[in-house]
């Protein structure tokens, strides 16, 4: 039976093409459960982060950049103004 041997290193081309999903982090808010509980639609929960507070793009646990929001057409979109440095 031969042995294959593992590549000492992975290809880039197959690792750009592996998709990923962000997620935009807008803030956070504190409530007690009692408050969650009586909230209705409608209602307006602010978050803690102020409106001009960036915005932090996610992967997973780590944050990969900051940007603010932005309306493209009839959606959000965030402007990158800080970008995580990738390891060689």
């Known amino acids: 039976m031969s042995e294959t041997r593992i590549s000492p290193r992975v290809s880039t081309t197959l690792i750009d093409s592996v998709a990923v999903e962000l997620d935009a982090h807008l803030g956070q808010a504190k409530m007690t459960v009692g408050a969650l509980t009586a909230l209705k639609p409608g209602a307006v929960v602010p978050l803690e982060a ?3 507070h960036p ?3 996610r992967l997973g646990e780590a944050i990969v950049a ?3 929001l ?3 057409d009839d959606r959000f979109g965030v402007r990158l103004t800080e970008i995580a440095a990738w390891p060689e």
């Open 50 to 52: 102020a409106l001009n």
């Open 55 to 57: 915005i932090e793009l």
């Open 66 to 68: 900051r940007g603010e």
């Open 70 to 72: 932005v309306a493209v």
